[in-house]
């Protein structure tokens, strides 16, 4: 203490460095991994560039776009109603990085094997550098094939999926990109849409909207997917914010959201009075035409939950690396190392098995049987992988104690954030809902199921067990044990692709996931497992 300046009480020691800036994608084997598995090897330059970006720029101007909120402007200085909502400068630096990289378009702009794959691993790196962004990054991309089937809203489709943003509130000719929104819910329905009251009465080759939504997503967006009652019933609708002729749409937002976490993003409530729409699909089939953007936007949900899982364990592993307690790292004391690895092996599982789905997606148009299996697997893996990520993110701030739990740590922002996606898409018992009917009433998708598990048969012995258990409940679960059939299929699903590819993470996964050697909270790995390769994929560097 005596060479130390005047007035410096102590030294600071013993603290981990700074963790940007990273490289997200070289620090990731299981992602590299797994985009190679599913055939996108040949993206694999750009979701490296995109990589870098996120651990460092991205990274940081997240903390700046969630600490400055959304604020909305209902009226201009002259009273004129604008209905505009102001973002923090780092919230357009980064939708602008996320559309020019393809996070919310490279599937449609750049068609072709694995480009599906691809622009899920973009998502996924986006999302851990910042999640609310994603909100209308997903949603922009989950729209666009449903437009493209509309010939009159073709240009809007291609603008979505151009690799350009313009955040400015003008009519779409004037813009070589757009984002776009949605609003499905009202307050009387939530998820029971059909219960929705909105009106659409037809005027010429288009509809007048009356109604509300209770929650109307990212309303600074171009255009809105919104479900309403038609004189055939309830359908959807392209709802622009600005018409033609430049004039604002005859809407209202009300107020936003004060939420517990998203904070970069804005979510509002919204009347529509009077307000002018197009029908996308057939008047009365607004449910069908909107289920194909709802396992894209499924699949983004487990994408995203992934992320945070990866985010929230690289921060761990970091600290856990150079800090030290009781004369050692803490990544050397053997109940830490239960605990990372534990995470690892969850984080890897989650990751795998998205991708895998992102996979099938891709197939999907060509491929019945990955259609099948792409429609039931975002809902099982939503489920699944979802509820894991607050317990998750929790876990991983107890890794850096109370350093986990201050702003200056990334940690609070993601464990607000993680509870969002069991939420948005259709909360839990939706999605096991989902599974049942899906099983109950849509051929080939059973088969879909019985393929996909078989495709690992033979490969452990407690991994078959399971799956012949798990066959025999699949025949005859009813709704009130729904939720534990749905949890069974994710680990059954993510064990398969583990397995498949031969991961030395997989024989631990079926040991304590399937086959029951694990406790209820992270950190309960058997103690004889051998932690070290698992730990060692987790964080190469």
């Known amino acids: 203490m005596d060479d130390l300046p005047s007035f410096e ?25 797994a985009v190679a598995r599913e055939g996108a ?12 970006l996120a651990g460092d720029e991205l990274y940081r101007l997240g903390f700046d776009a969630n600490r400055d909120r959304p604020r909305l402007r209902t009226h201009d200085r002259h009273g004129r109603r604008i209905d505009t909502v102001e973002f923090h400068p780092a919230y357009h630096r980064l939708m602008e990085a996320a559309k020019a990289h393809g996070v919310a378009g490279l599937s449609w702009h750049e068609p072709g094997p694995g480009a599906h794959v691809a622009r899920a691993a973009l998502s996924y790196l986006h999302h851990q550098a910042e999640a609310g962004t994603s909100c209308p990054l997903t949603m922009t991309h989950a729209a ?3 437009l493209q089937r509309e010939p009159r809203l073709a240009h809007w489709a291609a603008k979505a999926a151009a690799p350009h943003y313009d ?50 997503s990212a309303p600074m967006c171009d255009g809105f997917l919104v479900l309403a009652q038609a004189p055939a019933g309830l359908s959807c609708f392209l709802m622009p914010r600005r018409l033609d002729d430049g004039d604002r749409n005859a809407f209202r937002l009300m107020r936003l959201k004060d939420k517990l976490g998203d904070g970069s993003n804005a979510s509002s409530e919204v009347e529509f009075t009077g307000a002018h729409a197009w029908r996308v699909g057939e008047e009365g089939r607004g449910v069908a035409t909107i289920i194909e953007m709802v396992m894209l936007t499924r699949l983004d949900c487990m994408l995203g939950s992934a992320a ?29 190392r239960n605990v990372l690895a534990d995470l690892a092996l969850e984080a890897e599982a989650a990751l795998v098995f998205a991708l895998r789905v992102a996979r099938a997606v891709d197939a999907a148009p060509h491929d019945a049987r990955e259609a099948a299996f792409a429609r039931i697997a975002t809902a099982a893996g939503k489920y699944w992988i979802c509820k894991r990520a607050p317990a998750f993110v929790n ?19 993601l464990y607000r954030q993680a509870p969002l996606n069991s939420i948005w898409e259709g909360s839990g018992n939706i999605q096991c809902l989902d599974v049942l009917r899906a099983l109950a009433r849509e051929p080939g998708v059973l088969d879909a199921i019985n393929r996909e598990l078989a495709s690992a048969a ?30 069974r299929l994710a ?48 964080w190469p560097a």
């Open 9 to 33: 009480t102590h030294r600071v020691d013993n603290q981990p460095p700074p963790f940007e800036p990273r490289d997200l994608w070289a620090d990731d084997l299981a992602l590299r991994e």
């Open 41 to 52: 090897s040949a993206f694999a330059s750009r979701l490296a560039a995109y990589g870098a």
């Open 144 to 146: 666009v094939p449903v």
């Open 167 to 216: 955040p400015r509130d003008i009519p779409i000719a004037d813009k070589a990109g757009i984002t776009l929104g949605m609003g499905m819910t009202e307050k009387q329905g939530g998820s029971d849409v059909r219960a929705n009251t909105t009106m659409a009465t037809p005027r010429g080759d288009a509809y007048v909207l009356v109604g509300h939504k209770w929650f109307f």
């Open 308 to 336: 945070e899982m990866r985010m929230a364990l690289a921060q761990a592993l970091h600290h856990a690396h150079h800090r030290r307690a009781f004369g050692k790292p803490l990544v050397a004391h053997a109940l830490m």
């Open 395 to 413: 876990e991983a701030q107890e890794c850096l104690g109370g350093a986990g739990y201050v702003e200056d740590s990334i940690l609070p922002r």
């Open 458 to 487: 033979g490969t452990d012995a407690a991994y078959d067990a399971f799956v012949d258990r798990l066959r025999a409940a699949l025949a005859s679960t009813g709704e009130a044990g729904a939720r534990r059939l749905v949890e």
């Open 491 to 538: 680990l059954a699903l993510q064990a398969a692709v583990l397995l498949r590819a031969g991961s030395p993470l997989a024989s631990l996964f079926v040991r304590s996931r399937l086959a029951g050697e694990h406790g209820l909270a992270f950190g309960t790995l058997p103690e004889d497992a051998d932690v070290e390769p698992v730990l060692a994929r987790a």
